[in-house]
């Protein structure tokens, strides 16, 4: 089957599954693969026979003998890709043959100073072209292949050994996930914060795909959260005010459970409790104790730090913790419960009541600040995990970048803390932002703001898109 | 895995809200330690460069602040930069804030053995870039205009940062720009500056550590100006602080004495705040870490698993496998478990490992959990 592998970059694209093209030193028969000089590895019974080499996952496992049977994968994660691939290149003299050669050197090596070359990959009948960044390549033309027959037509035989990007993707842009979808500033009524991924295509699904967002408040914002959850769960139990003059603290077993069910089969999923308050007093200090059951009497799954509210009504992020201790226990179901601690910090009496509980199983979590200006509105917040531009191939970032999208250009950029949202098969974006209170830096949480997103994603695939 | 956030220098040494950069892209291995007596106590990592990146790095890295992030946005680990180590063909170029002072008093002695001394002097430019710290220098057998000379010449010979003793040049092969990044924890700047106190009055051990960290930041606004993490001991100790004397060595001193009935446990954490309270080995029967030996990682005592890098020390930590026979119930080590007195935490391309280490005073070993590719 033959397939169509070209390369672009700077200097133009070269197609290098030709069949019998010849360089007769003018022109550009490069660009078309029916007249490209260049051919690869080459069978006559079978014809062009490379296939892009699938990157090998570079695995941690741990435990195992002789302490137990098996061990455990830990964490999962692909390295470039380096492979060679025979090229032969055909022309009417040697110094055309040898042009076709250094062309060929020139092209794969611009990540340095300009930008990787792609590597293109369509075999015949399929829709789609896949896409890798070469980052660099060496070419070495074999001394027992450099034919110049009598009549003048000259073959060389070359490797490249060229090491690149570990998955291919489309081109120019990726897939839109979320299409400028509501959300709300809140865990109930509709909008809410909560919106499904589509289903996105690539092979990394159940990995996890890069994401891009934009995300646009309807007012004033300066930092959100942004997650990618299995599920979130809403209550407004315990929305009291709580007091107490005590330093050490007093405690109080919120009395509603929350539905850990999904994390008894993803081995992936966290915990995370995020709460609104109201008006807390300006000595007060809140955490909460995770327990498995509604009862106060068990253990503890987690304590969180003593975390001192802004004063202002806000939602305090208590942190993730692990849901372990409901799995690998045969049993489908489980609930959690949390017991709300609060102290004075001076041994005045301290207050501050609780609004509404939102309860994450998530995959992801990250918070998004901007530092040294004004909050904004109306400007879209982006956040960047995948390049999205025109004729560059949707690969990942080497990390994600966020900043204010301001004239078409990137302004102000922003302090990512934690994991970039990514796509997983049947999971959802989840958005929590904050206003500022005056010049200060208090995140003032409103129920009533409302943010339109859109959220694409980029498919990525080991070697072959198909239709994909 | 972890983004470092690496921050400028604000005005005075104190860490600014500018980011510089973030390391996650290039870093290829990082190790950090954490301890009880200390909090975020050192952070090391190294990664490739190019020629101008190292050059950008020595020429105005030295004192800009690092926040380690884990995936949960949790902070892992927090400080400055002290030194900065670049390997550059076959030469070594290493420079560093240790042994840098920009504040230096003399103290001398005449000939006739009278001590005396003269008033500090500062070099205000290294103030501003890296806050303020102290080197108390002596003399013997001269006069104030001696002393005087000396403490120019000295000032102006330790004002800015100093090569670190790694520093060489040599010929032979060259190989790629290495660049290691050495952080300290926000802790050791309390070794910064010097203080004395002629009261002999008795105040509240810990009461004395929020003055005097108030005392500190009036000159370094390095920490968070909350006490509110520094337990009360109950007990009371002399404020007499002896002339060149660093907070460091009062603070430790005083806290030191723990509560009267257990030791404390102290440190600088997030956000350099200060925190201080009786040592988890009062309560020895309080699981903090457990593990199955054939296992590659922590757990809380829920069970639930404890990321290396979110391992910390000031825990009590159980092998579940090993049942001890008999335990005192009081006992901070046995067989089965130990107080953690330090971990490391260490990350490169081959494994993820956290060694939990006990106290100094026992000899037990330390335990190295690591997973490897």
């Known amino acids: ?116 070359a792609q590597l293109i990959v369509k075999p015949n009948g399929a829709t789609s072209a896949v896409y890798f960044d070469i980052y660099q390549a060496d070419v070495q033309e074999l001394a027992t292949h450099f034919y110049e027959g009598t009549s003048g037509h000259v073959l060389i035989r070359a490797a490249v050994t060229w090491t690149r990007s570990p998955f291919g993707s489309r081109l120019t842009s990726g897939e839109t996930l979320i299409n400028a979808g509501s959300f709300g500033n809140t865990g109930t009524g509709s909008p809410d914060n909560v919106v499904a991924y589509s ?165 992801t979590f990250c918070n998004v600040a ?49 994991r970039a949202p990514v796509y997983i098969y049947g999971s959802s974006l989840y958005l929590m932002w904050y206003d500022r209170s005056g010049g200060t830096d208090d995140r003032v949480h409103t129920t009533t703001r409302t943010a339109t997103v859109t959220v694409t994603g980029s498919p990525l695939y080991h070697t072959l898109r198909g239709a994909g | 895995m972890l983004a470092l956030h690496i921050f400028g ?19 290829m291995d990082y190790t950090h330690t954490i301890s009880n007596a200390f909090g975020f106590e050192s952070m090391t990592c190294s990664f490739p460069t190019t020629l101008d990146g190292a050059m950008d790095w020595l020429g105005d890295g030295l004192g800009r602040s690092v926040v380690v992030y884990g995936p949960d946005a949790e902070i892992v680990w927090e400080g400055f930069l002290e030194t900065i180590t670049a390997t550059i063909g076959g030469e070594t170029r290493s420079v560093s804030l240790r ?66 003793p790694s520093a060489t040049a040599a010929t032979g092969e060259a190989g790629a720009v290495q660049l290691s990044l050495s952080f300290a924890g926000w802790y050791a700047t309390l070794d910064w500056l010097l203080t004395s106190n002629t009261s002999t009055t008795k105040t509240s051990t810990t009461t004395q550590v929020g003055t005097l960290l108030a005392a500190y930041n009036a000159v370094n606004a390095f920490f968070a100006s909350a006490t509110n993490n520094i337990t009360s001991s109950g007990i009371t100790a002399v404020e007499y602080i002896e002339q060149d004397t660093s907070y460091r060595q009062k603070i430790e001193a005083l806290l030191k004495r723990g509560n009267g009935t257990n030791p404390y446990a102290w440190g600088v954490y997030e956000g350099r705040t200060f925190f201080a309270k009786a040592y988890a080995g009062a309560t020895p029967t309080s699981i903090d870490y457990q593990r199955r030996i054939g296992e590659p990682f922590v757990r809380d005592a829920a069970g639930g698993i404890i990321n290396a890098w979110n391992v910390r020390p000031d825990t009590n930590y159980r092998a579940v496998d090993l049942l001890d026979v008999a335990p005192i119930s009081t006992a901070q080590d046995s067989a089965a478990q130990f107080y953690v007195a330090r971990t490391t935490c260490s990350i490169n391309s081959d494994s993820v490992s956290v060694t939990l280490e006990p106290d100094e005073s026992t000899d037990l070993s330390a335990v190295l959990i690591t997973k490897y590719v």
């Open chain 1, 199 to 363: 289903a996105a295509a690539g092979e990394l699904i159940y990995d996890g795909q890069p994401l891009n967002l934009d995300i646009t408040f309807s007012s004033s914002a300066w930092q959100y959260c942004a997650a990618t959850i299995q599920s979130m769960e809403y209550s407004t139990t315990g929305n009291t005010t709580y007091t107490t003059s005590s330093t050490t603290g007093a405690t109080t077993a919120i009395a509603t459970t929350f539905s850990a069910d999904a994390a008894t089969d993803i081995i992936a999923l966290r915990g995370r409790f995020l709460i609104r308050f109201t008006s807390p007093s300006s000595n007060i200090q809140v955490r909460i104790t995770v327990i498995a059951e509604a009862s106060g009497t068990l253990t503890s799954l987690y304590t969180s730090p003593w975390i001192t509210p802004d004063a202002v009504s806000t939602v305090v992020d208590f942190g993730g913790f692990p849901l372990d201790s409901v799995r690998n226990t045969n049993i489908t179901s489980a609930n959690i419960a949390f017991s709300l601690g609060y102290r004075s910090t001076n041994g005045a009496s301290a207050s501050i009541t609780l609004h509404n509980t939102q309860f994450l199983q998530y995959y």
């Open chain 1, 370 to 418: 901007l530092t040294g200006i004004s909050a904004v509105s109306g400007t879209t917040f982006r956040l960047a995990s995948f390049v999205e531009r025109s004729l560059l191939p949707a690969q990942p970032f080497p990390y994600p970048t966020a900043f204010l999208l301001g004239s078409g250009r990137a302004q102000n950029p922003m302090l990512i803390r934690g």
């Open chain 2, 99 to 164: 042994d840098m002072a920009n504040r230096v008093r003399v103290r001398y002695t005449s000939v006739l053995g009278t001590a005396a001394t003269i008033a500090t002097a500062s070099d205000t430019i290294s103030q501003a870039k890296y806050g303020i710290k102290d080197a108390v220098l002596t003399l013997n057998e001269s006069d104030s205009t001696e002393a005087g000379h000396y403490q120019t010449t000295m000032l102006a010979k330790l004002k800015n940062p100093l090569s670190g």
């Open chain 1, 1 to 116: 089957m033959a397939i169509e592998i070209s390369v672009d970059g700077v200097l133009g694209t070269i197609y290098l599954s030709g069949t019998a093209g010849e360089y007769t030193g003018s022109g550009t028969p490069w660009t078309s693969q029916s007249t490209t000089p260049y051919e690869l590895s080459n069978n006559d019974v079978t014809g062009n026979i490379w296939t892009p080499q699938a990157a090998i996952a570079q695995t941690v496992y741990g435990g195992g003998p002789p302490f137990r049977m098996g061990q455990t994968l830990i964490s999962k994660n692909w390295a470039n890709v380096t492979e060679t691939l025979g090229v032969q290149m055909r022309a009417t003299s040697h110094n055309s043959a040898v042009e076709l050669l250094r062309q060929l050197r020139q092209l794969l090596n611009q990540s340095i100073y300009s930008r990787p």
């Open chain 2, 9 to 27: 220098r604000g005005v005075g040494g104190i860490p600014s809200s500018s980011t510089v950069t973030n390391l996650a892209d290039r870093v």
